[in-house]
């Protein structure tokens, strides 16, 4: 259960509290509740973590209204919470119009669909949710097939992050992604790893490589582990590396199955280890005691 204390801060604008980490906190429909009580006034907060909890369709009924309204989330990580379709759906609507929310995190959340429904839940959230910039959506939790998803991103303008990894796709939604990229001009990066990588065959890259040849901005590409990377492959792969390093030659991945660590963390963004800067200080007082005997001793 959410502490009173906690909803007070929220509540009162703690200008400390931007990042809100709520991740495996069992929370309940009652706290759903309180939580969207808190966040009618909350105008501080930019990061918010609701990943495993469990949360279902019925908690997202509730929780839509934060987003109906809030316009200071620029990040909502929703991963692990068995929202399924139905969930995925509420939330496209509620998230209509929305101008501010730029990265979402809706992977493994069993939104299954039959193949051919005549509704996908994904492609109707990136219609809606057309701010959005980075989108996560691994471990196979598209809801259809890939085909309606890759349709609504070849109009889309905004999206530049994209990870569909880990599932099991199909010749046809290969070819369904390279359209996509043929006539995409704002993706980045996309992570579109198959869960079973003995599949990847070489007409699948090859399908994926003849697109590049449109494509102008796509850098980063991550279709198979390095540990799977079989001598069949290796050949179209350094091909499609070739291609997707014209669009930036100064930042380039050294394999398309390598991707740079954390990319896809499900944060959608990439940590690195702060570089170490020297004091300016001690540097200008070591300069000085080189010049000045005194210093020197």
């Not at 492959?233 to 930042?251: G, R």
Request: proline share 4%; with cysteine; charged share 20%.
């Amino acid at each position: 259960m959410l502490s009173e204390y906690l909803l007070q801060q929220i509540a009162n604008n703690n200008p400390h509290l931007i990042h809100l980490n709520l991740r495996s906190k069992n929370i309940s429909l009652e706290d759903c509740e309180e939580l969207v009580k808190a966040f009618k006034t909350n105008t501080t907060i930019t990061n918010l973590d609701l990943s495993w909890n469990y949360l279902f369709p019925e908690a997202m009924t509730i929780l839509a209204e934060i987003f109906k309204t809030n316009t200071t989330l620029k990040s909502v990580n929703l991963n692990n919470n068995n929202l399924k379709a139905e969930g995925i759906f509420i939330l496209a609507e509620a998230l209509d119009g929305n101008k501010t929310l730029k990265t979402l995190d809706i992977g493994n959340n069993a939104t299954y669909l039959p193949r051919g429904s005549e509704q996908e839940p994904i492609s109707t959230l990136l219609e809606k949710a057309t701010a959005l910039t980075t989108l996560d959506v691994w471990n196979g939790c598209l809801g259809g097939s890939i085909s309606s998803i890759a349709g609504v991103l070849e109009t889309n303008t905004t999206l530049t992050n994209l990870n569909i990894g880990y599932a099991d796709y199909s010749k046809e939604e290969f070819i369904a992604v390279a359209n996509m990229l043929e006539k995409n001009k704002t993706l980045t990066d996309l992570n579109f790893q198959n869960i079973n990588e003995k599949k990847l065959t070489v007409d699948k890259v090859q399908v994926i490589s003849e697109a590049m040849n449109k494509n102008t901005s796509l850098c980063h590409l991550k279709l198979i582990s390095s540990d799977y990377e079989t001598e069949s492959i290796k050949e179209p792969i350094k091909a499609l590396n070739l291609k997707l390093k014209k669009n930036k030659p100064n930042d380039i991945l050294p394999n398309v199955s390598q991707v740079p660590a954390g990319m896809f963390a499900h944060s959608g963004k990439v940590i690195e280890k702060p570089k170490k800067i020297a004091d300016p200080t001690s540097l200008l007082m070591r300069k000085r005691a080189a010049s000045c005997p005194i210093l020197r001793r």
